[in-house]
């Protein structure tokens, strides 16, 4: 499974943007697809993912109501939608997949085993 995000930029702080994650693979319907973020010095920390399949999603606290993951199939492609933007959203942004994650274990980033090359976000003041 190969996975390329893109979509990043510099933005300021109560802007919006919007992730993209293509992945290769067709039979990714029993896939987990995550979203995580690294900023500079810091560890990779979880920030949404959905369940191809029937759609489940989960966020960290730090972005609920603020961002939106979702899936179109026929694009085989994952979004992550991200509005009212902080600075401390700043980071490189990575999108992730595994087929084998039950829910407690989805923002745990040692779990996926694919991982796309990151896109950078910056969010200014």
């Known amino acids: 499974v190969q996975l390329q995000a893109s979509g990043g930029g510099p933005v300021q702080a109560g802007g919006s943007l919007r992730l993209s994650c293509a992945y290769s693979?067709?039979?990714?319907?029993?896939?987990?697809m995550g979203w995580f973020r690294q900023a500079p010095g810091k560890n990779r920390d979880f920030v949404a993912a959905?369940?191809?399949?029937?759609?489940?999603?989960s966020y960290a606290d730090s972005v609920k109501g603020r961002f939106t993951i979702s899936r179109d199939f026929a694009k085989n492609t994952v979004y992550l939608q991200m509005d009212g933007l902080k600075p401390e959203d700043t980071g490189v942004y990575y999108c992730?997949?595994?087929?084998?994650?039950?829910?407690?274990?989805?923002?745990?980033?040692?779990?996926?085993?694919?991982w796309g090359q990151g896109t950078q976000v910056t969010v200014s003041s």
């Open positions: 959905i369940n191809w399949s029937d759609g489940s999603r």
């Open positions: 992730a997949a595994d087929g084998a994650l039950i829910r407690s274990s989805w923002a745990n980033p040692t779990q996926y085993d694919y």
């Open positions: 693979e067709r039979t990714s319907r029993r896939f987990v």
